[in-house]
C-alpha cells in the first residue's frame, strides 16, 4: 500500500448512455418500498436534475432508458462502492447534459465532487441525460499492501422495459 494509513478513495464514472440518439431519456430509481407507479413495483421516475445517496436496506438502483424504443441499462451499486462521506456526500447525480459541466472543476461547493453546483432542478424527463456514479473505497492500513482494490457499479444492459 502507497500510503500506510487508512484512506479513501473516490472513483467517479460519467455515463452519457445515448441509446437511440442523445434525447428521449428517461430515469428511474428503485427502491423496495415504492409501489407500482407505472413502471413496475419499486420504480419511479426521477424528472428533475437530482443528487441520490444510496441505500442497500431498499435495494436502490438506477435504470436510465430510450423512451422510445425501451433499451437501456439497469445500474447497480457494487459491492464495494462504500457509503458517502463529507468529502463525497453523494453516490449518484442526474444531470441533463451541458457540455460546459463536462469539465466539473473548481466552482461550486467546497466538497471533492463539485457536481452539486451544476444542479439547479433542470426538466431531464425525455431530455439528453448525463449519470455521475461514485464508488468510494476504503484503504485499510491493517489489511497490507493488495493493490487489487476495485469498486463500481454493475451495469446491466435490457431491451425492452416490459
Known sequence: MQCNYNHRH????????DIGGASNDLVLEYNTYTGNNGWGNGWH??????????????LRSWAVLDKG?????????????????????????????HGLEDKHGNQGDRFGDDLQFYLNGENVDGKDVVVWYC??????????????????????????WD
Open 69 to 97: 424504443s425501451g433499451r437501456g441499462y439497469h445500474i447497480l451499486p457494487g459491492p464495494n462502492d462504500g457509503v458517502a462521506d463529507s468529502f463525497s456526500n453523494r453516490d449518484l447525480w442526474v444531470m441533463q447534459y
Open 45 to 58: 421516475v426521477k424528472t428533475t436534475e437530482i443528487a441520490r445517496v444510496k441505500n442497500p436496506s431498499s
Open 135 to 160: 464508488g468510494h473505497l476504503s484503504h485499510l492500513a491493517s489489511h497490507g499492501g493488495d493493490e487489487w482494490h476495485h469498486a463500481g457499479p454493475n451495469l446491466i444492459p435490457f431491451h425492452n
Open 10 to 17: 473516490h472513483a467517479y464514472w460519467r455515463f452519457d448512455f
